[in-house]
């Protein structure tokens, strides 16, 4: 291929964009032939192919050209991140390259085993600024990661600004110290930030251009200390909340009643004339509903409804939420003690965090997101090298992650059929930069990039071989990940507040999200 190289595309002009983008981007040298010279190539892509399944593609590759053959935006991109990936890995860094390029001839047709391939990025706990935001979305979208799942609120701080309720940025976003643990010395160093609507329709179409949706997460009944720190009036009458500067919630709710939810409905209305998204997550995970049994609002409230549990307000609550979404075209997402409490309707997407059983539970009736603690929350530290950073706990090594089988074998084939796909996690209470960011998901990301593309990592060790090649590719990108056999020295713990504190115990915590597993 040379910049004499003809484009010929079909489809969308937003195919149409991408293709000739993508080719603008190789930087392909002037022809060192005459310009009367007849020998041409052709790169020709459509998206209109009704032969081939949802994100899937056929690429063919001859002397005379490329063609590529989908039935959507989302195959065709997949399509080019397949032929980039069959270049040398210096094209994935920027710039001209001299010298020309050479595709190998060849006929790949691929499809993906899962539609939800996801990443879920904790920016309430350590904010990050859109351009690490948009530099993550290019990286997902260079392994076919399909969803990106911001986690946008949560007692540490509210991340969106909101022009109807100004102080949700104002007073929510920033808190005054930070906590490494509840037993942590406070840092003395303010921290907080917010996206504009503007910043969150720029993500938004960004993503879209990259085969990505943004999937924003409002996390409420629970988890809302710095919702309430900006309107105590929409939690327990008499206290005064702040936004929390340590990892644990406690106490943290909102009152479920008729005013919170039309405050609710408010905000969401205005995220979503700036989110071009048809999902919303609502959380309702670790909800302390203590307090709601002694409060005559919430108790006339429940009389109303015929409610004898406040369980049942917490299911309530969501689905009046839901509702709201539904009549706007957009699905309900929660996490599994939302179906526990039945705070679903039927199109709802449980994302089942809390090991296995649940997922199944979920399975038999509503769509399932299998992100559970063990193996896909990348917080948790990679190994048991003393060395390794503090971290949550752990370890959950990239063979873990490689073994996760989304819809496992045994489950009867409706269950199976119910699960949609995956995703990690990277909650951020000990992740303060972009740096350890890769370093914490790269290369796990890959791993699970593998089982919601492939299915399965049929074998562990041809996996790492190509592993090993992809590295340079990270390399390129400048992706800063953790070498295959430890971390670097400065990736490291070291002896000071982030030096490792204990063991893993992974084993035991296994034990313990399972067994809270069937309660809200």
Request: aromatic share 10%; glycine share 10%; net charge negative.
């Amino acid at each position: 291929m040379d910049a004499r190289t003809e484009v010929r595309v079909t489809g969308s002009a937003a195919t149409e964009r991408l293709v000739r983008g993508f080719v603008a981007d190789l930087g392909l040298p002037e022809p060192s032939e005459p310009a009367n010279t007849t020998q041409t190539s052709w790169f020709a892509a459509t998206d209109t192919d009704d032969q081939q399944p949802a994100g899937g593609y056929v690429l063919e590759v001859t002397e005379a050209g490329i063609e590529v053959r989908a039935g959507d935006y989302e195959g065709v991109h997949h399509a080019l991140t397949t032929l980039r990936q069959l270049l040398p890995a210096r094209i994935w860094r920027r710039g001209a390259h001299p010298g020309g390029l050479t595709v190998p001839c060849g006929t790949v047709v691929d499809r993906p085993a899962y539609g939800w391939r996801g990443a879920m990025l904790d920016v309430a706990r350590h904010f990050f600024p859109k351009r690490t935001v948009l530099r993550y979305v290019d990286l997902l979208a260079a392994h076919r990661f399909n969803r990106l799942h911001l986690h946008l609120s949560d007692d540490q701080g509210w991340r969106v600004e909101s022009r109807r309720h100004p102080r949700l940025h104002s007073v929510g976003s920033w808190r005054p110290s930070t906590r490494l643990g509840p037993d942590g010395e406070p840092d003395g160093t303010p921290h907080g930030g917010y996206y504009t609507l503007e910043d969150l329709a720029e993500i938004s179409a960004y993503a879209r251009a990259r085969g990505i949706t943004i999937v924003p997460e409002f996390d409420v009944p629970g988890h809302t200390s710095a919702l309430r720190a900006a309107y105590p009036e929409l939690g327990q009458p008499g206290s005064e909340p702040t936004v929390l500067d340590t990892v644990w919630a406690g106490g943290s709710s909102l009152s479920p009643t008729r005013p919170v939810v039309s405050f609710l409905q408010d905000v969401l209305e205005e995220i979503l004339e700036y989110v071009d998204t048809p999902y919303v997550h609502l959380g309702g995970d670790e909800c302390d509903m203590r307090w709601w049994s002694d409060d005559p609002v919430i108790g006339a409230e429940m009389a109303e409804h015929g409610y004898t549990d406040v369980k049942q307000m917490h299911g309530h609550f969501l689905r009046s939420l839901g509702e709201f979404l539904a009549e706007r075209d957009v699905r309900m997402v929660v996490w599994d003690e939302g179906f526990l409490t039945e705070g679903v309707l039927a199109d709802t997407i449980v994302m089942a965090w809390r090991g296995h059983g649940v997922a199944g539970r979920a399975a038999e009736s509503h769509d399932v997101i299998r992100a559970p603690l063990f193996p896909t929350y990348f917080n948790f530290d990679q190994s048991d090298l003393a060395e390794e950073r503090r971290s949550e706990g752990g370890p959950i090594t990239l063979a873990d992650v490689a073994a996760f089988a989304p819809a496992p074998q045994d489950w009867p084939e409706r269950q199976r059929a119910r699960i949609l796909g995956g995703q990690f996690q990277i909650w951020t209470e000990w992740v303060p930069s972009e740096r350890h960011l890769d370093y914490l998901a790269f290369p796990r990301a890959c791993a699970l990039a593998e089982v919601l593309w492939s299915g399965h990592v049929a074998d562990l060790a041809e996996f790492g071989g190509r592993l090993a090649g992809h590295l340079e590719r990270l390399d390129a990108l400048g992706v800063e990940y953790r070498p295959l056999d430890g971390p670097h020295p400065w990736q490291t713990g070291g002896t000071g507040v982030w030096r490792r504190t204990k063991p893993g115990q992974i084993e035991e915590t296994k034990k313990w999200v399972e067994s809270i597993s069937r309660e809200p």
